[in-house]
């Protein structure tokens, strides 16, 4: 029972190591260098390709047309 107990606290313990080293302040002069111009929606060909992406991304809703969320009306 103590061998099952040190594995759960190690196993739990390795989780939070790992999900707290993702987290990262950036400096403002670094941002600049992460704000790729690849990460806007600008670069969308036509207004549909815009309004797929948003109800795909449940960002916003339909025009009228039927659908679920995933784009495919």
Do not use: F, W
């Amino acid at each position: 029972m103590q061998r099952i107990r040190g594995a759960a606290t190690l196993g739990i313990g390795i989780v939070a190591i790992l999900a707290l080293s993702g987290c990262v302040k950036v400096a403002a002069y670094q941002r600049q260098t992460l704000a790729h111009p690849s990460m806007t929606t600008e670069d969308l060909s036509t207004p549909i390709d815009g309004h797929v992406r948003g109800v795909s991304e449940g960002a916003a809703g339909g025009l009228s047309a039927g659908g679920g969320g995933c784009g495919c009306n």
